[in-house]
C-alpha cells in the first residue's frame, strides 16, 4: 500500500481504558461517517500499517474509540499513540452532494450563484481557525473562507463546486 494511494484522516489521540482500546481524533467533517469502517492504516515508522476493526463507538468533536484486533493491553496500545491515520482512496465512505473530501476537488472549477464562474480549485487550505479554498482566477488568488452553508453543490461529474460566498467578497479580489 502505497502513501499516495492513501489519504490522511487523523491521528491516535490518547488511550481509551486499559484493554487496548483507542480514542482517534479523525480531521474529517462528520466522523460518524467511519463508524462502519472495518480497517484503518496507521503510519508504523514509516510504514503504512493496516489493523483490523473488532468495534467501534462513537465519541463526540471529532473523537471515536477503535478496538483494533490483537491490540489487547494498554502496553500494545501505547505503541499506536500519536501515529498518522490513513484510509486507501478507494474505501472512502460516498458523501452526499454538498460534502466533499479536501483532495477531491482540486482542479474542479468553481462557480458561485450570484458572480458565476470564478476560478479552478488549487487547495483547500485547512487551518484549523478558518479552512480556506484556494481559488485561481487568471492569475488572481481568490481565498473563500468555508463555512456552513458555503456549499451549495458538488456536482462531481461535471467537476464543478458551486458556493455560495459572501455578498462582495469575490468582487474584493476580482475588482
Known amino acids: 500500500m502505497q502513501k499516495e494511494n492513501c489519504i490522511y484522516i487523523g491521528q491516535v489521540a490518547r488511550l481509551h481504558g486499559f ?25 508504523i515508522d514509516a510504514c503504512l500499517t ?21 491490540i489487547d493491553d494498554e502496553r500494545s496500545a501505547q505503541r499506536l499513540l500519536k501515529k498518522n491515520i490513513y484510509l486507501p482512496d478507494t474505501v472512502l465512505p460516498e458523501l452526499g452532494n454538498t460534502s466533499f473530501y479536501d483532495h477531491e476537488v482540486v482542479g ?8 458565476g464562474p470564478i476560478g479552478n480549485l488549487v487547495e483547500v487550505l485547512d487551518h484549523s481557525a478558518n479552512p480556506l ?14 463555512f ?9 461529474k461535471e467537476k464543478i463546486l ?12 476580482l475588482s
Not at 109 to 114: G, K, Q
Not at 162 to 173: D, N, V
Request: no cysteine.
Open 19 to 43: 484493554k487496548g482500546e483507542v480514542s482517534l481524533f479523525l480531521d474529517v467533517t462528520d466522523p460518524s461517517d467511519y463508524l462502519q469502517m472495518e480497517i484503518f492504516v496507521l503510519d
Open 133 to 146: 479554498l484556494q481559488i485561481d482566477k487568471d492569475g488572481i488568488e481568490v481565498l473563500v473562507p468555508i
Open 148 to 156: 456552513d452553508g458555503l456549499i451549495v453543490e458538488v456536482k462531481r
Open 162 to 173: 458551486i458556493i455560495k460566498a459572501p455578498e462582495g467578497l469575490i468582487e474584493l479580489y
Open 50 to 70: 493496516p489493523f483490523i476493526v473488532e468495534y467501534i463507538k462513537p465519541k463526540n468533536k471529532g473523537f471515536i474509540m477503535v478496538k483494533f484486533k490483537g
Open 108 to 115: 474542479y472549477a468553481v462557480h458561485d450563484v450570484s458572480f
